[in-house]
């Protein structure tokens, strides 16, 4: 493809970078499962996936719910998976409960974990942390053995945790912490990202701002550099006169070494409607490391380049009827080739344990 450059200073200290505006490839819906809201499966309530990762050696679809042990012990789940060209589906096969340091499920409102890759054999789990109440917890990355026993924690840099919890003017917002977390196609790095920007950083986006939020890049398990990738504006969609609106990246996986695919969530709480972006973003040589920097503000820094790719609202009408509207999607990940060597995407949503949701999983094919 071709590649158009299109700069745009922005407070005269942030670059922003695009592909341009042909998306380099297409996503078409293979198709889509859904899951009601208080479903049970071996004791607990089926609910909060918010990320998901494919076990091709077992072909088990693995999903991380952010249950914080309040419904039932926090834990993942896997499902048996068939998924060629034509169909989609997935069959609930076990729930494995996640230990802590001791050998015991966690505490309730000890551990908020919010996506899940495999690394070495070994599951990689992030947690979002606490900060509105006492104790706040830090934001981890933590490593589990496949049976769900926990084996150590990653380091997090200083910068993205709280100092001061509910009163903490620099880390990571409130629920707005690791959400977004990738392995490298040959296992030796992986990436996580937050969801909103560290305090220091800036305000969250809005109709009129976008914001910065930070990429952690590991290699042997230590961090080794960061980068920023811009958010979108909150669309300015106006009830009564009002536009309310949040948004954040929740969830990352990785093309190649320096390519992914990104999920930009959005929701308008006075439209009752959650927006669903996928964006493709590329780390270049002109990408600044911002690893350094404990604050981007007044720094000149370029971020990652970002071209859109898809928006799901494009593919309601294929999807199951009764369930025609996007949900909260927070997880992706590749799924088997095809027969005809396209990758397949899975994304999964997250249903808050509301009633007014339901858990949605989708399956998509790439055409290059």
């Not at 992030?126 to 900060?131: D, F, H, Q």
């Amino acid at each position: 493809m071709k590649r158009i450059i299109a700069i745009a200073l922005v407070t005269n200290t942030i670059i922003f970078t695009t592909f341009g505006t042909q998306a380099s490839e297409k996503f078409r819906l293979i198709g889509d499962q859904n899951y009601q809201t208080g479903e049970k499966f071996k004791e607990t309530e089926l609910g909060g996936l918010s990320g998901l990762v494919f076990d091709a050696k077992k072909n088990k679809l693995l999903v991380i719910s952010d249950d914080k042990s309040e419904k039932t012990d926090a834990r993942f789940y896997e499902f048996d998976l068939k998924l060629d060209d034509k169909s989609f589906s997935l069959s609930k096969a076990d729930v494995i409960t996640l230990k802590n340091q001791d050998g015991t499920p966690f505490p309730k409102d000890t551990a908020d974990f919010e996506d899940i890759a495999i690394l070495n054999g070994d599951l990689l789990i992030t947690s979002e942390g606490r900060i509105n109440k006492s104790p706040p917890l830090d934001p981890e990355v933590l490593v589990f053995g496949r049976d769900g026993k926990y084996k150590f924690n990653i380091d997090v840099p200083e910068k993205f945790k709280p100092m001061k919890g509910i009163e903490s003017k620099s880390g990571v917002r409130d629920n707005l912490a690791f959400e977004a977390l990738t392995v490298s196609n040959d296992g030796k790095e992986f990436w996580v990202g937050s969801e909103e920007s560290l305090f220091q950083d800036g305000r969250t986006s809005g109709p009129k701002h976008a914001s910065i939020v930070r990429l952690i890049q590991y290699k042997d398990s230590k961090p080794v550099k960061e980068v920023a990738y811009h958010l979108e504006t909150v669309p300015s969609v106006s009830v009564a006169g009002l536009v309310v609106g949040v948004t954040g990246l929740s969830a990352i996986v990785a093309i190649d070494d320096s390519t992914f695919y990104s999920i930009e969530r959005i929701y308008l709480p006075l439209a009752r409607k959650t927006i669903v972006r996928i964006f493709k973003f590329k780390i270049t040589d002109k990408t600044t490391d911002i690893s350094t920097m404990d604050a981007i503000a007044s720094k000149k820094i370029t971020t990652v380049e970002k071209e859109l790719i898809a928006n799901l609202d494009d593919f309601t009408s294929s999807m199951s009827d009764q369930f025609k509207v996007v949900d909260n999607v927070e997880g992706i990940c590749f799924g088997p080739k095809l027969a005809n060597g396209h990758r397949t995407l899975i994304m999964v949503s997250d249903n808050n344990f509301s009633k007014r949701q339901r858990t949605q999983f989708l399956a998509f094919e790439i055409i290059p």
